[in-house]
């Protein structure tokens, strides 16, 4: 198994664009959640999807939207990246809401 | 505010000697679980202790949950070198909540 991947990266965006990050996972599971991680503020809940159609806001939710079609994807979309969109993303996913969090390995986006 | 919070934010020791870092938490939980981070990697999973545990093992971890505290801590017995990296706890109010981390450094 693959597990969670996350595409692309790394990322530079101006500000006002918009982009997709991707992430996967083939483990079949329901739950799949969207982290930034920013130096000395720990991760923070962005959205979250507890199945294929659902999806439900996190902490810091503005300027993201994402769907949920299938089970494996769960993209997030920059509507219109700002600088304080500058951070690390990290896709998760889990058999049961808020068990063991499988992790990908991050997208990292700078936006100027 | 943070639901988990670690403490301390940075600890530095010695290769050999035991690492323990704390977590305290706010509200009731379900569970905690704690997940190591690799510099520039993502997070993984190290051990989950439900609130009805007091303590659990995993090789070298061992994490105690006292829910009348509301405290957790993490004790990495015989440290080495690769424990180096950040640790988080993570709590379930009602979302799955992140520390800011505590920075472990082994030295040689």
């Known amino acids: 198994n693959a597990g969670v991947t996350q595409t692309p990266k790394f990322q530079v965006l101006k500000t006002g664009q918009s982009m997709t990050l991707q992430c996967a996972q083939d483990m079949n599971h329901e739950y799949m959640s969207w982290y930034r991680q920013d130096p000395g503020m720990g991760l923070r809940l962005i959205h979250y999807s507890v199945g294929a159609g659902i999806t439900d806001q996190g902490e810091v939710p503005n300027g993201y939207n994402v769907s949920r079609s299938t089970t494996e994807d769960f993209p997030l979309r920059l509507l219109s990246a700002a600088p304080s969109q500058t951070s690390v993303y990290f896709c998760?996913?889990?058999?049961?809401?808020?068990?063991?969090?499988?992790f990908g390995p991050g997208t990292r986006l700078l936006v100027l | 505010s943070q639901q988990g919070e670690e403490d301390p934010q940075a600890l530095s020791i010695q290769e050999g000697e035991n690492a323990t870092m704390n977590c305290s938490y706010k509200?009731?939980?379900?569970?905690l679980q704690w997940y190591r981070q690799n510099s520039g990697r993502g997070l993984v999973h190290l051990i989950l202790i439900r609130s009805n545990e007091r303590e659990k093992h995993s090789g070298r971890l061992r994490v105690t949950l006292d829910t009348s505290k509301k405290s957790s801590s993490l004790l990495i017995t015989a440290s080495r070198a690769a424990d180096t990296a950040s640790y988080f706890c993570a709590t379930d109010a009602r979302r799955l909540v992140f520390g800011q981390g505590t920075r472990l450094t082994i030295n040689p």
């Open positions: 998760a996913s889990s058999l049961w809401l808020w068990e063991t969090q499988y």
């Open positions: 509200t009731s939980i379900n569970n």
